[in-house]
């Protein structure tokens, strides 16, 4: 049986339903909350959907990101380092539900700082500040009652991470209570490193489609326009984060002091890949 | 306190000790948990692989080590008859061989050729290294670069035995940042990779496992107190870092009403000086998750993981093992805490009492034989878990007593 969307009438499921009926993907981009600093990161945040962004992954900085690689370890200890907190977190997500109404925002993290917060309450907090979504690297299906089914009944969707090491017998495990769309891991391995092949891709797409009517964005290796645009063409949507992040942190300087223009320099880029998400399959 | 019918019959299939344990691990990981876990079960249900632990044991590691009536130290102290077991004395001259025994048996098992690990002594770097070379494996050890500045010689001696000692960078360099290296390695490279874990904590079955293959200490005890007391020992103590000699030491006893139970964890500068200072998971922190598993962590109001402090770096790491947060929540196995300057003088105490450097981890435990055996009577049985030497402290210990080498 195949897995649907247990919250269907949701933004996500209202954007993939759009970028379904304009016939092409979507472009998912994940910046660190509070990176460099809460102020910067909140220009970074409103200025995406003008850019091109679909939806957004936006990271709640741990200390202690297992999954993650070199970029998304070093944005999370400039956010930290600049007081960042979930609640701040979420005060960032009210600040851009103000400008914008459609765009899904998925807050994307680890969950010690959700535990630490009160699962119940952060999940009444992150609804009411507009939050459509999560992902929380270290909760697999075995946990699910931790967050997962407490999120679902909250009206926040749970996306799950599959990877190359899911295999068959695990993949309805892991399908049962996701919700919004199923995010593939494409490599075996940590953010921002190796990119896998196309062919692997293709491959993995058409397998998770089996098991699932759920959109399915394809992320982890993606780091220029082309190789979004290779992913765009058989996945639902694209995800690029370490690349993003990257870029900010390109403009910083020695003191970590923000050179002018690096918002722009940034939105810019996420205007590249948008565009080569959106011609991908013209 | 709960009284439970019994003690040693957790975890649960899913990795849980009351609240505590769980596999809180990535996706990628997952599969392979699952497969260590069945592995490792159907293992223990071979005779040819416990045959080969023991052999291992007996022939390499030199055990049974000996449970030793420590008689000067008695009298000084006037009271508890004192007895320590005698881990020092292994090969790699700590308990942490083991379990590394253990491990690597399963990994053969499971066809893995490659091995890594974290360590902060290096005490649990040396002898995965050594497990390694005495088996022809690959290995590489994820070592915090704080931790290799000032464990230089286990650093050398991982080295010797042809192990690759990666300097971790991150965070602020040290045993946990050294666990989430070892973490991303183990994502990256699932097929081939088998993580040798050096304490009871992380993702189901890890706890469990290594529990077991150290409860050969807590089941040597037993044996060699009926042997010579004729009677079952009144109080165990043992320090506790993430807790592998303390729960290897406790678990064959959490049955027996009458055998107290102390662990002594790292109390630093003080744990009333916040937790920055010292690394007491359960005495000054509270339960979150990390690195696979619910358990006390020191942690900001966040629940961002904070960097505790101790002289003895086998100490400092700022979580514990979850069947020790259960014990504690249960009620059945008493933390305590020492903190460096009382670790610093139990041993030169034991230097000079029993002829027996310690490592200041064991130093840890030793304090609260010397706070508790004075007040006790001279029948009551008292075993220290003496979990390693002190070689490979004496620079550390030279430097916070003045003294130039």
Known sequence: MKSVDVLADGRIARRFEALKAEGRAGLVTFITAGDPDPAVSQAV?????AAGADLIELGMPFTDPMADGPAIQASSLRALKAGMTVRRTLEMVRGFRELDADTPIILMGYFNPIHAYGAESF?????????????????????????????????????????????????PAVMRNTSGFVYYVSIAGITGTASASNTAIDQAVARLKRHTDLPVAVGF?????????????????????????????????????????????VLGFVGELAAGVRTARG | MTKLNTYRSGPDERGHFGIFGGRFVAETLMPLILEVEKAYREARADPAFEGEMRQQLKQYVGRPNPLYYAERLTEQLGGAKIYFKREELNHTGAHKINNCIGQILLARRMGKTRIIAETG??????????????????????????????????????KLLGAEVRAVTSGSGTLKDAMNEALRDWVTNVADTFYIIGTAAGPHPYPAMVRDFQSVIGDEVRSQMQE??????????????????????????????SVQMVGVEAAGRGIEKGPLDHAASINGGRPGVLHGNRTYLLQDEDGQILEGHSISAGLDYPGIGPEHSWLHDVG????????????????????????????????????????????????HLMVLCLSGRGDKDIFSVAKHLGVEL
Request: glycine share 10%; with cysteine.
């Open chain 2, 332 to 379: 059945r196995v008493e933390y305590a805490y020492a903190t460096d300057q009382e670790a610093l003088d139990a041993f030169q105490l034991c230097a000079r009492a029993e002829g027996i450097i310690p490592a200041l981890e064991s130093a840890h435990g030793l304090a609260e034989v010397i706070k508790r055996a004075p007040k006790l009577p001279k029948d």
């Open chain 2, 121 to 158: 002594a290096g005490q649990h770097g040396v002898a995965t290294a050594t497990v390694c070379a005495l088996y022809d494996m690959p290995c590489v050890i994820y070592m915090g670069e704080t931790d290799i500045a000032r464990q230089q010689p286990n650093v050398f001696r991982m």
């Open chain 2, 228 to 257: 010579l007391e004729g009677r079952l020992p009144d109080s165990l103590v043992a320090c506790v870092g993430g807790g592998s000699n303390a729960i290897g030491l406790f678990h064959p006893f959490l049955d027996d009403p």
């Open chain 1, 221 to 265: 290796g993606i780091k220029t326009p082309d190789q979004a645009a290779e992913v765009a063409r058989v996945a639902d949507a694209a995800v690029v984060g370490s690349a993003i992040v990257t870029r900010l942190a390109g403009g910083l300087d020695a003191s970590g002091t923000l050179k002018p223009g690096t918002v722009e320099d």
């Open chain 1, 123 to 171: 999940l009444t907090d992150a609804r009411e500040a507009g939050v459509d979504g999560l992902i929380v690297v270290d909760l697999p299906p075995e946990e699910d009652e931790e967050l997962c089914i407490p999120a679902l009944k909250a009206g926040v969707s749970f996306v799950r991470l599959t990877t190359p090491t899911t295999d068959e017998a695990r993949m």
């Open chain 1, 45 to 49: 945040l409103n200025g995406l959907p």
